[in-house]
């Protein structure tokens, strides 16, 4: 009963959804599996459209190989940054990737370092790899999210809406469990249970839909970088609301401000305008 996910008001009800697999006495977490399913369909999606562009998929296999490795060592560090409190007393576990704790803006703002380094040494256009690598992302991150579905993390606050999600209180970290989520816990067969917003689910349909935009608009861009500022604007705008539904929300420390809302919001205001700006250029050349 411990691992079993419902959502009551869709009519869904999964009584045995585990977090992991064990092949040989080695278990091995859905969430990794997932992640890596992302990480493979963002690179071939990438070399497609670089293909389509008349590059050569072959700079963006190789690219990949430093950018995810250093995009996931970003979005850890992001992470550990913000969640100092859980690690400080067990060092150790900050190199447990396991069960999750990886902040999608810290492995972005790695990867855009990574591009920006490769393009110089490879003497490519940055942001066109921008353009071409952003298709593959926002595809990954519309995948990779699903790995929280599993771990049963990444989740709001109380609700009984339609998508409403329930979970058994063991199943999830108390620290995500909210006094309102308390106040509505129910019990059957001698589980408690909690139901919870699926901000995860939220923000995987947003990346899907982003990507058909994106998809349907990359033969419209007007200047090179306009499709990954567009990406930037477009998951900016969805993660500053979805981050506000969330309750394990990284927070500036000392204070009660979502670091990755703030930064979605600034970056939805940065990009528009360089939007804007690179659109107008382009009119007056």
């Known amino acids: 009963m411990d691992k079993m996910i419902e959502f009551p008001n869709l009519g869904i009800h999964l009584s045995n959804v585990g977090d992991h697999i064990t092949v040989f006495g080695f278990d091995i977490a859905y969430y990794g599996m997932i992640i890596g399913a992302a990480i493979l369909t963002g ?10 562009t008349g590059q050569n998929p072959e700079d963006y296999f ?3 190989i430093y950018a995810v490795i250093f995009s996931i060592i970003g979005a850890r560090v992001y992470y550990v940054a913000f969640s100092w409190d859980m690690y400080k007393d067990d060092l150790k576990s900050i190199f447990n990737l396991r069960q999750g704790g990886l902040a999608i803006y810290g492995g972005v703002i790695a990867a855009v370092i990574t591009a920006i380094l490769y393009a110089k040494l490879k003497k490519m256009s940055v942001t066109l790899i921008f353009d071409t690598a952003g298709l593959g992302l926002v595809a ?8 929280n579905f599993f771990n049963r993390e990444a ?4 609700t009984d ?3 409403a999600m329930r979970l058994p209180v063991s199943a999830v970290r108390s620290s995500d469990i909210t006094e309102l989520m308390r106040q509505h816990i129910e ?3 001698g ?3 909690i139901q919870v917003t699926p901000a995860f689910l939220y923000e995987s349909v947003w990346c899907l839909i982003l990507l058909i935009c994106l998809l349907l608009y990359r033969r419209h861009k007007k200047f090179n970088g306009e499709v990954f500022l567009l990406y930037l604007f477009g998951y900016g705008l969805g993660r500053f609301w979805i981050e506000g539904l969330r309750t394990d929300q990284l927070l500036i420390p000392g204070t009660e401000i979502p670091v990755s809302q703030m930064l979605a919001g600034g970056i939805v205001i940065i990009s528009l305008l360089m939007v804007i700006i690179g659109r107008s250029r382009k009119r007056r050349s």
Request: glycine share 14%; proline share 0%; no cysteine.
């Open 62 to 64: 190789d690219f990949a």
């Open 140 to 147: 990954g991150q519309a995948i990779g999210r699903w790995g």
């Open 187 to 189: 019990k059957a067969d």
């Open 191 to 193: 589980i408690s249970y």
């Open 43 to 52: 690179i071939f999606i990438a070399a497609a459209e670089a293909r389509r």
């Open 155 to 158: 989740f709001g606050e109380y």
């Open 161 to 163: 809406g339609l998508f």
